[in-house]
């Protein structure tokens, strides 16, 4: 469920479930880990990462993945590793990326977003929280108040409010962000691995406060997660109360 393919030093890593708008589950989780290892020690001096078909990622699979206990710890760890790649990572938005999509384009260091593409993180609508990580790096990347509005509003960020906030740095299709990967990977590595230690040491990996881990977890735990995961299923508004 996870193609890559090389030309020259660009190697492209494609999300491979369009039937499922590419989305997430624990073997699509470890392959992605697995793909990024392979394309760097093939010598790989920039990756593209991209999604098959019409989507760039739909976010964690609902339909069971995202509830099970362990898959937020492998999701979570994997993102932490993709993060630490030490060469130019490229997100490609063929279109919408959603929850952990966005989440997979926040951890490249560039984003190359089609005209039509989306980004946002839904999580309030259906009972989930996002870590402390996310929200961080989002602010950092579209600003505070674009991420309240992300992730209080539930609003979607369109290509065009993407690129004016700086969270996409150029609009354009896989083989714009290929093109211009080509370029990157023709760049000193050295160099640029410093300037991504820097970018990604924004503090959004520090540790979150006792308090707002608990806050995070109640959400996880809640009759409303519960309460939203029945609503899906039986294509319903949910009914939250807050407990």
Excluded at 107 to 126: E, N, S, T, Y
Excluded at 183 to 195: F, G, S, V
Excluded at 197 to 214: I, K, M, S, W, Y
Excluded at 230 to 235: C, D, I, M, Y
């Amino acid at each position: 469920m996870i193609g890559s393919t090389s030309d020259g030093a660009v190697t492209t890593i494609e999300l491979q479930r369009p039937e499922k708008r590419n989305a997430l589950d624990h073997a699509m989780v470890a392959d992605l880990a697995s793909a990024f290892d392979d394309a760097v020690s093939s010598g790989a001096r920039a990756i593209v990462l991209t999604g098959a078909g019409d989507v760039f990622c739909a976010g964690a699979d609902l339909s069971g993945p995202v509830y099970d206990p362990d898959f937020l710890g492998s999701l979570v760890a994997t993102l932490t590793r993709l993060e630490s790649v030490q060469v130019p990572v490229i997100a490609a938005l063929n279109g919408s990326a959603l929850g952990a999509g966005l989440q997979l384009a926040m951890i490249a260091d560039l984003r190359v977003m089609a005209p039509g593409a989306i980004a946002g993180i839904p999580a309030a609508k259906i009972g989930v929280a996002v870590d402390e990580w996310t929200i961080r790096r989002l602010i950092s990347l579209v600003g505070a108040g674009t991420a309240r509005g992300m992730l209080i509003g539930c609003d979607p960020l369109t290509a065009d409010h993407a690129l004016a906030t700086g969270f996409a740095n150029r609009l354009g299709d896989l083989a714009s962000a290929q093109e211009w990967a080509a370029t990157i990977a023709e760049l000193a590595p050295l160099t640029l691995a410093h300037y991504k230690a820097v970018f990604t040491g924004d503090g959004a990996r520090d540790d979150a406060p006792a308090d707002r881990q608990a806050a995070m977890m109640r959400a996880w735990e809640s009759e409303d997660l519960a309460e939203g995961r029945a609503a899906r299923a039986e294509k319903r508004a949910p009914r939250f109360l807050g407990r």
